[in-house]
């Protein structure tokens, strides 16, 4: 499985940006989808997940309420709508693909997102 993020950019607080993550190769086996987000200096913490059979989504204490995953099937992507940015949501944004078969993880390259005060 191939992922490719888009969608970052620098926006002022208060402000809104739409991540997508669009998957390659074998999408059949993806069981989940999730974002996750990197600060400088900070670990790589979870975001949103969203499942791909029946869309049923999980989302950090954080960002509850401000954002909200989706995904287009038949595009076979997924998306990240957030909204009412804060300056510590700066980060670099990741997808990652969960499969079944085989049992694994995909990553994508990633996108800034740049929240200015």
């Known amino acids: 499985v191939q992922l490719q993020a888009s969608g970052g950019g620098l926006v002022q607080a208060g402000g809104s940006l739409r991540l997508s993550c669009a998957a390659s190769g074998r999408t059949f086996s993806i069981y989940s989808m999730r974002w996750f987000r990197q600060a400088p200096g900070d670990e790589r913490e979870f975001v949103a997940l969203i499942t791909w059979a029946d869309g049923r989504t999980i989302y950090a204490d954080s960002v509850k309420g401000r954002f909200t995953i989706s995904k287009d099937n038949a595009k076979n992507t997924v998306f990240l709508q957030m909204k009412s940015l804060k300056p510590e949501d700066t980060a670099i944004y990741y997808c990652?693909?969960?499969?079944?078969?085989?049992?694994?993880?995909?990553w994508g390259q990633g996108t800034q997102v740049t929240v200015s005060s």
């Open positions: 990652a693909a969960a499969t079944v078969s085989p049992r694994s993880e995909y």
